[in-house]
Nanobody, 118 residues
Framework: QVQLVESGGGLVQPGGSLGLSCAAS????????MGWYRQAPGKERELVAR???????NYADSVKGRFTISRDNAKKTVYLQMNSLKAEDTAVYYC????????????WGQGTLVTVSA
């Protein structure tokens, strides 16, 4: 059993910055990928960024150069630093955990709302 608890969402003005964190607990396997997805109203959930246990990262083109994902394996926590925020970044952000070991497992957090508005 794996649980994810997100924090850090809120309201920010365009051009501002916000940081999200996601703490994992339970039966965490050391080989895993953690990431952030988002879902805006009326749109499908999309990948924002992900990072594996050795630090390899992937970013959506729309956030490259503005968002940075990082993780602390000892704390079982993944972070998302969001800079130069735009109105189109407004969405519910979901933390995701995925591993193939010892069997395939995918877990989602409850989501945290990020609103970018003047």
């Amino acid at each position: 059993q794996v649980q994810l608890v997100e924090s850090g969402g809120g309201l920010v003005q365009p051009g501002g910055s916000l940081g999200l964190s996601c703490a994992a607990s339970g039966s965490i396997f050391s080989i895993n990928t953690m990431g952030w997805y988002r879902q805006a109203p009326g749109k499908e959930r999309e990948l924002v960024a992900r990072i594996n246990n050795v630090g390899s990262t992937n970013y959506a083109d729309s956030v490259k150069g503005r968002f940075t994902i990082s993780r602390d394996n000892a704390k079982k926590t993944v972070y998302l630093q969001m800079n130069s925020l735009k109105a189109e970044d407004t969405a519910v952000y979901y933390c995701n955990y995925y591993t193939k070991y010892p069997r395939s497992l995918e877990v989602w957090g409850q989501g945290t709302l990020v609103t970018v508005s003047a």
